[in-house]
């Protein structure tokens, strides 16, 4: 079975999102979450992302499904909307968690939002690491990252992720990973 891993961007205040978007405009911060999010070490494989419907449907008609990943939906309602056919919805994560253990393609699996899905995730047996961009500003929000459970430590950067505080259009932030102590 493999290990999930989140990747998420929260403000001072805790909030993650308002009114289906996302609470700031960072590009280089969404350069880092695609370069994540689609690192591969066998280049015959990639990545899923698993994302709740209201995540999917944030993102542009037009950068969506995110390409280079397998994009997985959660929803209760797979009817309700219709996705391309190279997106799979799924009513649970662990229906997701299954169809991705059936499949040899898939190397990383990301969790990628919103709220509920990252709150049934990182108490997941199988959730590794949090991948966290610290924005160091409190923003107006209506969608929150929860509350990361005692049993995460903050880890040492890796190579791919830098030390280093961040600024662009003004703003400050810095990644961090958190990873589950067994
Ligand atoms: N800052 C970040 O890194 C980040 C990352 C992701 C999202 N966001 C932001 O967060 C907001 C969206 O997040 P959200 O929490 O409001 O919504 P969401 O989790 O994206 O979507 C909620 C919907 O997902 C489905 N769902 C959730 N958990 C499920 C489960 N266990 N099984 C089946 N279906 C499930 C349900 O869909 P149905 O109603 O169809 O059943 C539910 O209504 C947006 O503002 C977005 O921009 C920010």
Not at 53 to 72: H, S
Not at 143 to 153: A, D, E, H, L, M
């Amino acid at each position: 079975m493999k290990k999930i891993n989140l990747i998420v961007a929260v403000c001072e205040n805790g909030g993650i999102g308002i009114k289906g978007d996302l609470p700031w405009m960072l590009k280089k911060e969404l350069k880092y979450f695609s370069r994540m999010t689609k690192k591969v070490k066998n280049p015959s494989k990639r990545n899923a992302v698993i994302m709740g419907r209201k995540t999917y449907f944030g993102v542009p008609e037009t950068k969506r499904p995110l390409p280079g990943r397998l994009n997985i939906v959660l929803t209760r309602n797979p009817n309700a909307h219709s996705y391309p056919s190279n997106v799979v919805a799924c009513c649970s994560l662990q229906e997701a968690l299954s169809e991705i253990d059936k499949s040899e393609e898939i190397e990383n699996v990301w969790i990628v939002g919103g709220s509920a899905v990252y709150e049934e995730a990182m108490h997941s047996d199988r959730c590794h690491r949090i991948y966290l961009t610290e924005i160091k500003k409190i923003f107006e929000c209506d969608t929150f990252f929860p509350v990361i459970p005692s049993t995460f430590k903050v880890i040492e950067n890796d190579d791919d992720v830098p030390y280093e505080v961040q600024e662009e259009e003004g703003l400050m932030y810095q990644y961090k990973i958190y990873e589950k102590v067994e």
